[in-house]
């Protein structure tokens, strides 16, 4: 589950680097998911039982953080602005 999770992030970082304008492009000529994929699936070939690392870990940890950050910071975002327009709804309302 660790390799799969794995890729999923290799597939999350090309597709949120190469969103970025021009950078992306430059991005994607260095980042290559589907190589890094490949080379996990290679390494698990050839030792199916082979143990995952703490670099492993790390990765599906940051994986996992930037999945609960990217419901959170929308949400704490949202919730902001619909304070912000409220208030200056209310500070129309008593001038």
Do not use: C
């Not at 969103?19 to 994929?37: E, I």
């Not at 609960?68 to 949400?75: A, E, Y």
Request: proline letters at 4%; charged letters at 15%; zero cysteines.
């Amino acid at each position: 589950t660790v390799a799969l999770l794995r890729m999923v992030m290799n597939i999350l970082v090309d597709t949120v680097g190469g969103l970025l304008p021009v950078v992306g492009d430059a991005f994607d000529l260095v980042w290559r998911s589907n190589k890094r994929n490949l080379e996990i699936i290679e390494q698990y070939r050839e030792d199916p039982k082979a143990k995952p690392g703490v670099a492993d870990y790390m990765l599906v940890g940051l994986g996992l953080i930037f999945a609960i950050l990217s419901i959170l910071v929308p949400i704490a975002i949202i919730y902001g602005l619909g304070f912000g327009v409220i208030s200056g709804i209310g500070h129309l309302l008593g001038a």
